[in-house]
């Protein structure tokens, strides 16, 4: 079932066409990725999708309703989740309060009887019990023995896990992730796709990915679209995507001499 939908998006700056004509499917329970090179239009997607960017044409569909012209909380409500390219999170607060005010965040939206979808949070009521919740997002982000340790001390690639554990936080039905990879080193990358994984699998989250790490997007992804100069040039299972010419061509050729 498609979670998320974009239907014929296009966005222009100025004279440039930066989005053409984009519709992408995520589906519930798999992850689902976003390729192709920089300046490709994969961030402005993901801009579109979140409401920080209003599409010069188009659709955004969320479990089939129409939310183009919802601002970024209502859709945060509805059970949008991202993490972006460039981390933000709060310096000063330790691993483990950085993920708890994600929560304390949704338990507002709870109370003021503002969320979406029900189908993300099985409970859907009564409060949510924040400790136990934290740490049950930090054992499954694999943070538990750095949780109280300061945001400001940890790798890159901690960190980009603290900010998953903060979406997480919310419950999600559709997870958006930018460039979640890199910082990551090998052994990291190999856990994170094995979350990816579980949390598509076992949560049935509508999980989007736009990641150059080309190995990582193969091993997780079901569905693939390519994004080339803001048109879909290829969507499909990976096994078709690597064997598409204009694929190698306009990115898999470089993106793997790169990787090599
Ligand atoms: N706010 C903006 N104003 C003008 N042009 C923009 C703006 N945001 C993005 N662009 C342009 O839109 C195009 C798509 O950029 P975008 O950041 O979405 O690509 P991307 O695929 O995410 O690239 P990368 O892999 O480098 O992150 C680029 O040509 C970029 O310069």
Known sequence: ?????????????????????????????????????NGAGKTTLFNIVTGLLAPTRGRVLVDGADITR???????????????????????????????????????????????????????RGRLDLDRETDRVLELVGLTDVADRDVAELPTGQARLVELGRALMTRPGVLLLDEPASGQTEQETEAFGRLLRRLAQEDGIAVCLVEHD?????????????LDYGRVIAAGPPDVIRADPAVIDAYLGSAEEGAA
Request: hydrophobic content about 45%.
């Open 1 to 37: 079932m498609a979670l998320l939908e974009t239907d014929s998006i296009a966005v222009r700056f100025g004279g440039n066409v930066a989005l053409d004509d984009v519709s992408i499917s995520v589906a519930a329970g798999r992850v689902t990725g976003l390729i192709g090179p």
């Open 70 to 124: 919802l601002p970024p909380y209502k859709r945060a409500h509805r059970g949008l989740a991202r993490t972006f390219q460039r981390l933000e999170p709060f310096v000063s607060l330790s691993v483990r309060d950085n993920v708890r005010v994600a929560g304390q965040i949704r338990d507002t939206w709870r109370r003021r009887g503002s969320l979406g979808i029900g189908k993300a949070d099985p409970r859907g």
């Open 214 to 226: 080309v190995g990582l997007v193969m091993d997780v992804c079901a569905m693939i679209y390519v």
